[in-house]
């Protein structure tokens, strides 16, 4: 697996354990906590949308961001220790995750300087990432998590980009970052393709 800030996961599961101690004695479902971090996320991408000159707004984003990878560990934790891991769950987990992402880094296409096509193919990389990952599960091989531009990267990337355009960095480097992402998605989709085909399970004879 190329280096991803997903490898990390582990110890920031650690982190949250209070947290899904917590979660566990209100009976809070793993579903809701995911539904959750959609609707967060929808109603900061279109605050983002609204209001793209509030700087308070991009300065706030990699926290927020933050937030919803701490939501995002913790709908899987509560599902392992609460045994309600469901087929719904599993939809649910990849498709608000998607649909989180557009919400959340399209507003960026409203910054003054930065280019939208190029934008826009950054998220189509994205959530083709996101596709070959799971596509992997179709012969018989784990859901792929490789990096180097994974859901985590992405996250670290685009909340690094929020707070450069805040503080006023010029939009050729932006652009710049963006074409940066867009080669390592790029890289993300082959490795995850490739190591599929790695830990596929063999054909039926």
Not at 138 to 165: E, Q
Not at 189 to 201: D, E
């Amino acid at each position: 697996m190329t280096f991803s800030i997903y490898q990390l996961k582990p110890k920031f599961q650690q982190l949250l354990s209070p947290l899904l101690k917590g979660l566990v004695r209100l009976r809070v479902t793993p579903n809701q906590v995911t539904v959750l971090a959609l609707l967060l996320s929808l109603a900061y991408g279109v605050a983002l949308a609204l209001f793209p000159h509030c700087l308070g707004l991009w300065f706030g984003l990699p926290l927020f961001l933050l937030l919803r990878m701490g939501l995002n560990a913790i709908d899987g934790m509560l599902a392992n220790a609460t045994g309600q891991k469901t087929r719904l769950g599993a939809l649910l987990n990849e498709m608000c995750d998607q649909v989180s992402d557009v919400a959340l880094y399209l507003p960026f296409a409203l910054l003054a300087g930065i280019h939208a096509p190029l934008l826009v193919i950054v998220l189509m990389l994205a959530l083709l990432a996101e596709f070959a990952g799971v596509l992997a599960a179709t012969i018989g091989a784990p859901r792929r998590f490789d990096g180097p531009m994974g859901k985590s990267d992405r996250a670290f990337a685009f909340g690094l980009l929020a707070c450069l355009s805040a503080t006023g960095v010029a939009p050729h480097w932006l652009n710049a970052a963006l074409l940066l992402i867009l080669v390592l998605s790029l890289w993300t989709v082959i490795n995850r393709l490739r190591q599929a085909l790695r830990f596929s399970a063999p054909p039926t004879p």
